[in-house]
């Protein structure tokens, strides 16, 4: 608790620091490779057709 | 600063759509940019997106075959969160920006939010939480799983993906069906009703301000109060587009950091900082100032 009330101004780096882990997890688990994916094909989904 | 923004907006939303080349021959971007996010709501199916909307990208990982965390996407809502908040909404999104510029064409008696703002404000979570995430996972067409915000609701991959390339693409236009129908309506829905209410989408429906809305209180960039100047004349609330008190600015989850509360300030006591958590303390209206 302490730790977290004295820290928490620096929240938003923690923040920071566990968005770029999850980015190395999501790197290392090949997820990155599935949103291009999908991203470079016509989602037809997203615009009313499929 | 109501210029200032305008303008940030006009730039990023032409910066993250501007492969032309797409919108003249309705396909769209296929290179290595894709890899990545943009912060706010922009359809990768825009002919004109060189990056992936942050939400469709969260779908795609949660519709795959099993269950994986999806770490790709969280990582881009934890940078993104907690540098910028909700300050992503107010001026690095393109579909704020349409909703923005709809609110500015006169209409009669004009709201800042909906009757009934206090149950409607929920609104984004469940649609986060069933469309977005449950609906992901568990909802099929065919032998995959869809993604049912995009499928469903998202009047944004309407605006700038469906429209354009509905457009300039025939094979395309020759498909259009009930579901292209469906998502058409609520799109003039929500525009027409942009022109009313403030920023409908993102006050109710929106996932990813849900999502941003969360950081608000921890956020790098934030809305500072010097309350030693402060003269409490509260010109700050009545500025304030969604209705927000003054110590609600800047940490409220509604908030979305689009500064007019900042240019409304005669004494200059609010204004944009970047040195993370602050709190503003509760400040009553001063009686001798109307």
């Known amino acids: ?50 | 600063m109501k210029k200032l923004r305008l303008i940030v907006q006009l730039i990023f939303t032409i910066f993250t759509n501007g492969y032309a080349y797409g919108f003249l021959n309705g396909k769209i971007y296929q290179g290595s940019f894709k890899y990545a996010c943009v912060p706010g709501l922009n359809c990768y199916s825009c002919p004109g997106a060189i990056a992936s909307c942050p939400i469709g990208a969260l779908q795609a990982l949660l519709n795959q075959r099993g269950f994986k965390i999806p770490f790709g996407a969280l990582g881009f809502f934890f940078i993104f969160g907690s540098i910028f908040g909700r300050f992503v909404c107010g001026w690095l999104c393109p579909f704020g920006l349409v909703q923005d510029l709809l609110h500015k064409i006169p209409f009669p008696n004009k709201r800042k939010r909906l009757p009934m703002h206090n149950i409607l404000k929920y609104g984004k979570y469940a649609v986060l939480i069933f469309l977005v995430c449950i609906g992901s996972m568990i909802l099929f067409g065919g032998f995959a799983k869809i993604p049912a915000f995009c499928k469903y609701l998202c009047p944004s991959g309407t605006l700038f993906g469906a429209i354009p390339l509905i457009s300039a693409n025939e094979s395309l236009r020759s498909q259009i069906g009930g579901l292209f129908f469906w998502k058409l309506g609520i799109l003039f829905f929500i525009l027409i009703l942009s022109i009313k209410v403030y920023r409908p989408f993102c006050q109710y429906l929106c996932p990813l301000g849900a999502i941003y809305g969360w950081f608000n209180r921890f956020s790098l960039v934030q809305i500072y109060h010097e309350k030693e100047q402060c003269i409490s004349c509260m010109a700050c609330e009545k500025a304030c587009p969604v209705a927000l008190s003054l110590s609600e600015i800047s940490t409220s989850p509604e908030c979305i950091r689009c500064g007019r509360c900042v240019a409304a300030c005669g004494k200059g006591c609010l204004h944009f900082s970047g040195r993370g958590n602050f709190v503003i303390e509760k400040v009553e209206k001063n009686p001798d100032i109307r």
Do not use: P
Not at chain 1, 6 to 18: D, E, H, K, P, V
């Open chain 1, 1 to 50: 608790m302490h730790f977290w009330k004295s820290n928490r101004r620096f929240a938003w780096l923690w923040g920071t620091l566990i968005g770029i882990t999850f980015i190395g997890i999501g790197i290392m688990q090949n997820q990155f490779a599935l949103i291009w994916r999908k991203a470079v094909m016509i989602c037809m989904e997203c615009i009313g057709i499929g």
